[in-house]
């Protein structure tokens, strides 16, 4: 009996040990604090969130939430229309090749203004009121738990700060500790960017409120003058085009009073003795060893349709409910509530590539420096799960999708609106989701889709005068559906509706789950195909094509030598709309509905224009072979049908080939985002080594580190990559990079998007040993595999729906459930590749392992 429980105590701490390994190695540490924003580090519950500085005597929370945008929806430009005269114009100039002069058209009759802009909450600062020399600073992120800390000595008193945002409870919770019991003397206040804020204190509890921008534009007014768009902004223009204000962001009086309200609420709990002094610059906490402390953040938005200034709900109302539920439990409590909440998402998947004990032990900002000269798995891995990390963070049900940068901003006015740019960065957001085990992440992202397929119906008919529903380049938390301004390379892009319904379709493919696709997903597909049919016209060869489109944000050199962007038919457009119409097909043949919608989409599906080879072997992303403007262009919106599309794969060869075609001619140098796209499509190629070239291209340390140039000179490195937090840099910050590599670090790892499961598609020879376990397969099936010297050693496969499974591997297998042998793989000749492939049933709840035959 002694025996045992020994032996049972051993495995136990041996548990313990390897929870503990497991969590060090899914820690962002560094030896010192963030010293500007893109450094800090971001904490989040999928509504409120923080970046988190790190400071010893100033610590600094910039705060978020979800839903604080400038503007309301009357403050939407929607005087746009489309004529039958324009479009037969537009149609009847690209014909004759002259593109210029259809770019024109469309420039200045099809498009609009920018949409609403994502706002800072404002900032949080924690002020000592000790200061002296410190020691043993650390400041870390442990993704495993989702909690932040910062630990040094200073005076001799050793000083904790632990962070977290919690989703049980919607609140962020800020805990300080010191090993003395008198250590802890810290202000607290409030303040930010938004002249209408202020803090004051009520109930025991420091208070920060104030009332976002009712307008904002970051076009400058020469610009907009240039243009000739002063009749577009009615809040900056009078009637005769002159400027009302010398500034561009209004507030309160300045337009009509329009604007979110935002509240802020933190409240202080002292678990044993202890000071508490309001004044009027804070809070003072001092005479004590512990505080923690419980914020909430809320804003008046009630709805994409409604006014927050005049329709709005209570943020205070809602804080002190928020504060009264948080409040019950005690810090201990909270903590848990918070961790067993995330790790019910976050422990789903784990990915193990190993690095060696000294590069594990070095700070995260070192390991980023070193990667290019030595390659190290395990940090690899670290941002594989740091990008559903930020997933969990970012996106809970309820709450707003992610936006360019997630759920962390600081600028008024910010990159890109800071919105959501649907030709690809929204989308990208998205991808990790289902694959990597995580989809009631996506929950937001449909929401937004239901209710942008809502104003997109009537800008369907408004604006184009077709059936359907229609969406452009980008919109906001008002959901903007038509175009944005003066960029027509850009923003007249009527294709939104077909890649959303993709995610939709993909939820469905996953799950299996026939009452989401009935009543969720069908009606946007339908909508979608129906906007589509209406819009493609024949192009005098027989072929319907879009009448006119983008390959979004590149341009073509004409016949002529000019530069343009709008042709008909191009690639991504016809993608998305053979995808589209296959989809709404199948899905009207499972529940027996719209036979006539059904009929029409078939005739006019097989008369689409296909895809095209150029001269150089590369798919074409243009109806005509135009030589591009820019060759090596961030964006690869022609290959769709490759990734994130099903429609090129490795049983349309020639197809396959031209894409690798076009990706080495379009090369490997690209902005943060952009390689985090074409580690998917390397992926999708099958060429892991390819893939993980692109992966170290993306490990290049942005605004740190050094670099040696040609005269052996030590420069600070430049241009796309990882800033130290392991943000993505475009640069600037874009959250989508990060979303991008951990899908495509899946994609390299499993696929199953053509009608099989392949495992290790796509395995980098400096991967040559690892582990992977919960990931998703398409037919929801759960994955788990382990691989040495570049080779599966082991799989286990759980049918969760009970549908048959079909297996891809790239050397002979055995199937078995329990004792008993199912099956073997058969060699199969693929594109020039020998494979093994295995079919077998299985019932619901199922596990399988899959051995290599030996």
């Not at 390819?690 to 005269?711: E, M, T, W």
């Amino acid at each position: 009996m002694k025996n045992i429980i020994l032996l049972l105590a051993m495995a136990n701490l041996l548990f313990a040990a390897c929870q503990q390994k497991q969590e060090e190695s899914l820690t962002l540490w560094y030896n010192e604090p963030a010293t500007n924003w893109n450094d800090a580090l971001p904490i989040g519950n999928g509504h409120s969130g923080a970046m988190i500085f790190g400071g010893t005597d100033k610590e600094l929370l910039q705060l978020n939430e979800n839903t604080l945008y400038s503007g309301e929806p009357s403050v939407i430009f929607k005087d746009i229309k489309v004529t039958p005269e324009a479009l037969d114009q537009v149609v009847s100039l690209l014909k004759k090749g002259e593109y210029a002069k259809a770019n024109d058209i469309a420039t200045k009759q099809w498009l609009g203004r920018l949409h609403q802009y994502y706002q800072p909450f404002g900032d949080l600062h924690i002020e000592s009121n000790k200061t002296g020399d410190v020691s043993g600073y650390k400041r870390e992120l442990n993704i495993s738990e989702s909690v932040a800390k910062t630990t040094f000595t200073q005076n001799g008193i050793t000083y904790t700060r632990e962070i977290f945002a919690s989703n049980p409870e919607n609140v962020i919770i800020i805990r300080l500790a010191s090993n003395q019991p008198d250590g802890i003397d810290v202000n607290f206040r409030f303040d930010g960017p938004h002249p209408t804020a202020s803090q004051n204190t009520e109930n025991k509890c420091l208070v920060y409120k104030g009332k976002a921008p009712g307008y904002v534009e970051r076009r400058t007014f020469e610009q907009m003058e240039a243009w000739g768009d002063q009749y577009k902004h009615p809040e900056l223009y009078d009637k005769d085009g002159k400027r009302k204000f010398d500034k561009r962001i209004l507030y309160g009086d300045e337009i009509e009073n329009k604007g979110m309200l935002f509240e802020a609420r933190l409240e202080p709990v002292l678990p044993g003795k202890g000071e508490i002094e309001f004044t009027e610059n804070g809070m003072r906490i001092y005479n004590t060893n512990e505080v923690y402390l419980v914020m909430a953040l809320a804003t008046s938005f009630n709805g994409y349709d409604k006014s927050p200034s005049l329709d709005g709900v209570n943020p205070s109302e809602k804080i002190e409910n928020l504060l009264a539920n948080a409040l019950k439990y005690d810090y201990k409590t909270l903590k848990k509530r918070h961790i067993d909440d995330y790790k019910s998402l976050f422990d789903r998947v784990s990915l193990d590539l190993h690095s060696t004990e000294e590069q594990k032990n070095l700070p995260t900002d070192e390991r980023i420096i070193r990667f290019a000269e030595n390659p190290d798995p395990d940090l690899a891995a670290l941002l594989y799960q740091f990008g559903r990390y930020l997933m969990i963070s970012g996106s809970r049900p309820g709450g707003q999708p992610l936006n360019l940068q997630g759920i962390w901003n600081k600028e008024v006015i910010p990159p890109w609106n800071c919105g959501y740019t649907q030709n690809i960065n929204t989308e990208m957001n998205y991808w990790p989701v289902e694959i990597t085990n995580l989809p009631e992440c996506h929950e937001p992202l449909f929401r937004l889709i239901k209710e942008l397929s809502v104003t997109g119906r009537e800008t369907a008919q408004n604006m184009y005068n077709r059936r359907g529903w229609v969406a452009h380049h980008n919109t906001s938390i008002w959901r903007e559906s038509l175009p944005n301004d003066n960029v027509p390379t850009a923003s007249f892009w009527p294709m939104v509706q077909g890649w959303y319904s993709s995610h939709l379709w993909e939820h469905y493919l996953f799950t299996g789950d026939e009452e989401f696709l009935k009543k969720e997903a069908y009606p946007i597909l339908k909508g979608a195909a129906e906007f589509y049919a209406d819009w493609l016209i024949d192009d005098g060869h027989g072929n319907l094509v879009t009448p006119a489109g983008v390959s979004p944000e590149n341009a073509f050199i004409t016949d002529k030598g000019e530069r343009a962007a709008l042709s008909m038919g191009p690639t991504m457009d016809m993608a998305i709309i053979r995808e589209t119409f296959t989809r709404t097909i199948q899905a009207s043949e499972i529940f027996n509905t719209d036979a006539e919608l059904r009929d029409e989409l078939k005739e006019k599906l097989a008369h689409l224009l296909p895809y095209r080879i150029g001269e150089r072997g590369q798919l074409q992303e243009w109806m005509y072979d135009f030589k591009e403007a820019e060759p090596k262009h961030r964006h690869i919106s022609h290959l769709y049908g490759l990734h994130p599309g099903d429609q090129i794969t490795q049983e349309t060869p020639e197809l396959f080939k031209a894409v690798e075609t076009s990706l080495n001619l379009r090369g490997d140098e690209a902005t943060g985002w952009s390689m985090g796209w074409k580690i998917n499509t390397w992926a999708r190629l099958q060429d892991g080594n390819h893939a993980y070239k692109i992966i170290s291209k993306l490990f290049n340390p942005v605004g740190f580190g050094q670099d040696k140039d040609s005269k052996g000179n030590r420069t600070t490195m430049s241009g796309g990559g990882l800033y130290k937090s392991m943000l993505d840099a475009h640069p600037p910050f874009q959250i989508d990079g990060n979303f991008g590599y951990t899908a495509g670090v899946t994609e390299m790892l499993l696929q199953s998007h053509a009608g099989y499961i392949q495992l290790l598609p796509a395995l980098p020879d400096v991967w040559a040993e690892g582990s992977v376990n919960g990931l998703k397969a398409r037919g929801n099936f759960e994955i788990s595999c382990s691989w040495a010297n570049g080779k599966l050693k082991e799989a286990t496969i759980q049918s969760i729906a009970g549908k048959p499974c079909r297996i891809r591997t790239s050397a002979p297998i055995i199937v078995s459930k329990g004792k008993a042998e199912i099956a073997k793989s058969e060699p199969l000749e693929s594109n020039g590749k020998t494979y093994y492939e295995i079919s077998f049933s299985t019932n619901k709840n199922d596990i399988f392992k899959l051995v290599p035959e030996t």
